[in-house]
């Protein structure tokens, strides 16, 4: 078990300096001001990677296309994606990409370790939204090794979209090269409750 005492800087574990942007499940996070231990309860390795919107994509895109699905009309399978916030307990809402590939349905996350990913994977529900009809699911995360046929999938059908957060990688690239990105890529199946 590593112990990192702050998150995102590296730490001197065991005399070898770590970087904390890889934690495996049953690592410890302390928090620096508070003290507060918190395991990390995740299935594999958790990535620090996460690249934020941009002023067009936070203001017009994504407002547009999270409008246009509360009208009811999906923009290439979008979906308004509701899940409830870790810490506040209230509804957060953001446009997502549904995939489907071999009879089920995925969400991945192209920036990395987004809000959405945090708040699910602590809530372990949430709701697929187009116009008023929700859908309420569980999400289980996938492994790095259950994502590379999805990310290929996602690649090919969104690529135009999302692209330049794959770091250049494609669907055409080999099973070695996705495994590689797999890990700043989170992804869920989308299951029923119950």
């Known amino acids: 078990m ?15 300096l770590l970087g904390s942007d890889r934690r495996l499940a ?4 302390v928090h620096p001001s508070c ?5 990390v309860a995740t299935l594999g390795c958790v990535s620090d990677h996460y690249k934020a919107p941009g002023w067009f994509t936070r203001n017009v895109f994504n407002p547009t296309v999270a409008l246009l699905t509360r009208q009811g009309i999906s923009v290439l399978g979008s979906r308004v994606l509701a899940v409830k916030g870790r810490t506040s307990g209230q509804w957060r ?3 997502v990409n549904l995939l ?17 990913v945090r708040n699910l994977r602590a809530a372990g529900t949430g709701e697929l939204r ?25 690649l ?3 690529k135009a979209e999302v692209g330049i ?5 494609g669907p055409d690239f080999s099973d070695d090269q996705l495994r590689a990105i797999a890990p700043k890529h989170p992804a869920f199946e989308v299951l029923p409750v119950g």
């Open 2 to 16: 590593r112990v990192y005492s702050r998150v995102g800087r590296p730490v001197l574990i065991a005399g070898r």
């Open 26 to 29: 049953g690592d410890v996070i």
């Open 35 to 39: 003290g507060l231990a918190v395991a």
């Open 93 to 95: 809402t953001t446009p």
């Open 100 to 116: 489907t590939f071999d009879g089920r349905r995925y969400l991945v996350a192209p920036r990395g370790e987004t809000q959405w």
């Open 130 to 154: 187009v116009g008023r009809r929700p859908e309420s699911f569980r999400g289980r995360e996938l492994t790095d090794d259950e994502k590379i046929p999805v990310l290929r999938a996602y």
């Open 156 to 158: 090919k059908r969104w």
């Open 165 to 169: 957060f794959f770091e250049g990688t």
